[in-house]
């Protein structure tokens, strides 16, 4: 059995910063990429950015130069801290990974159960 859980999410003014954190549990073997999504009502789930296990890392242009992934190969763990945020960062964020786990050694999607983020004054 694999969980991510996300954490760090909730209420900011405009102009202000969060981290969220997701943390893999389970019979993990490795993990390849790890991602964040995000979902605002009303909206389809949107890719928010994506880290590979080198560190190589790709965002949404709507975060770029405001938000940053990051990971921890050893702990397994991954991050996004989220600055200058705006109303229209509200959503839901989610936790996504590619896991292969020590059973079946072939990669599986993982996600998260989500952790809400408002941006409101």
């Known amino acids: 059995q694999v969980q991510l859980v996300e954490s760090g999410g909730g209420l900011v003014q405009p102009g202000g910063s969060l981290r969220l954190s997701c943390a893999p549990s389970?019979?993990?073997?490795?993990?390849?990429?790890m991602a964040w999504y995000r979902q605002a009502p009303g909206n389809q789930r949107e890719l928010v950015a994506t880290?590979?296990?080198?560190?190589?890392?790709k965002y949404a242009d709507s975060v770029k130069g405001r938000f940053t992934i990051s990971r921890d190969n050893a702990k397994s763990t991954a991050a996004l801290q989220m600055n200058s945020l705006k109303p229209e960062d509200t959503a839901v964020y989610y936790c996504?990974?590619?896991?292969?786990?020590?059973?079946?050694?072939?990669?599986?999607?993982?996600w998260g159960q989500g952790t809400q983020v408002t941006v409101s004054s």
């Open positions: 880290i590979n296990r080198l560190g190589y890392t």
């Open positions: 389970g019979s993990i073997f490795s993990i390849n990429d």
């Open positions: 996504n990974a590619v896991i292969l786990t020590l059973s079946s050694r072939v990669p599986y999607v993982y």
